[in-house]
């Protein structure tokens, strides 16, 4: 691996969402990768930085006398948009990697979704040499969501996309570097709190924790459930410091998703190796990572579930979770990462 490493000094990483697992992902690659040039935007108005980061970054990145080798970036950016500005980057071997995608995104009716994010996204993978997803369930839903998708151009439609991207498309999990232990809106939180409620309403006897990043605007629901379920609640909101946020998830005993959007998951199995038991809907990535028996198919048997765990605890204390969140780690996954992200590599390609 060291030998690998060290010879990496012809990359170039693009992240226009700089927060988030885009973020965890750039800074472990650009930790174990020295000499990579990387160039990134803040995590605000996600919107803005899918129409406009490709010019941004085309202004910023410098024209160096020798060309970057490989160019590694993840899917928000319109890759095509940067290559036409910045002709000189079309020689890198350019990578493009798929936290999400907008072909599936939820959306409540269907002429709400805006065509142009899953455009860019599509022809940012014709121009691209290696597309890389975190999950199956991603690049399957991507990969046979293009010939619907491209249905909603009234007329001229290009033919033959899936064909032409899928031999450049491979699955390389999202590494996480799981801490060492010491044993002590998209997200649908409506069907999370009202499921809740429900506890709340039977008596049951629970402890409540809240995390994850806090954004300008909460969903009305956050609002309403930090007073509804304020005598229930141990923690709130963004902890701190992660070593914060594991402490909470070491005390925890359960975990629950209530995602409507999910490609990967990265927070539920943070929080199994911290020893939680985890529950998640029946669809998106999980079973993809998730056996039978953590999954939940309605809101009546999640209710049914965690019903069951308040009112004997030892259940979820004593069991130990099946699920080899080892295969998720960075130790396993750095060969694929820096193979992929090798100039060597690239030229083998």
């Known amino acids: ?163 032409q991207i899928r031999p450049k498309c491979r699955v390389l999990y999202f590494p996480i570097v799981y801490p060492r232990l010491s044993r002590e809106h998209d997200k649908n939180p409506e069907l999370f709190f009202t499921t809740l409620y429900k506890l709340a309403e039977m008596g049951l006897d629970f402890r409540l924790s809240v995390l994850g990043e806090q954004f300008s605007e909460w969903p009305e629901i956050f609002l309403d459930a930090h007073k509804r379920l304020a005598n229930y609640i141990e923690h709130w909101g963004y902890q701190d410091s992660k070593e914060d946020y594991y402490r909470v998830l070491i005390k925890a005993d359960v975990v629950v998703s209530t995602a409507d959007h999910e490609f990967f998951g990265v927070a539920m199995l943070e929080a199994v190796h911290c020893g939680c038991y985890p529950l998640c809907p029946n669809k998106l990535a999980y079973p993809e990572i998730f056996q039978k028996e953590y999954l939940y198919n309605t809101s009546q048997q999640l209710v049914k579930r965690l019903r069951e765990f308040c009112g004997h605890p030892n259940l979820v204390r004593k069991h130990t979770v099946k699920v080899d969140v080892t295969r998720y780690s960075w130790e396993q996954l750095q060969k694929d990462y820096l193979t992929y992200l090798s100039p060597a590599a690239a030229q083998h390609e």
């Not at 490493?5 to 020295?34: R, W």
Request: net charge positive; glycine share 4%.
């Open 1 to 163: 691996m060291d030998e690998l490493a060290t010879k990496m000094g012809d990359i170039v990483v693009i992240e226009p969402f700089y927060g988030g697992s885009h973020k965890q992902l750039l800074d472990l690659l650009t930790d174990k990768l020295p000499g990579c040039d990387t160039f990134t935007l803040p995590a605000k108005k996600w919107h803005w930085r899918a129409r406009t980061s490709a010019l941004y970054f085309a202004q910023v990145i410098p024209k160096k006398c020798q060309n970057y080798k490989v160019l590694f970036a993840s899917s928000v950016l319109n890759l095509a948009e940067l290559i036409a500005l910045r002709p000189d980057l079309s020689t890198t071997h350019k990578i493009l990697y798929f936290h999400e995608h907008q072909l599936v995104y939820p959306v409540r009716k269907q002429q709400e979704r805006d065509f142009q994010y899953g455009y860019n996204q599509i022809i940012s993978c014709l121009v691209a040499d290696c597309v890389l997803f975190n999950s199956k369930y991603c690049m399957e839903s991507f990969l046979t969501s293009i010939t619907s998708f491209m249905k909603l151009i009234p007329d001229n439609r290009p033919k033959g996309l899936e064909e």
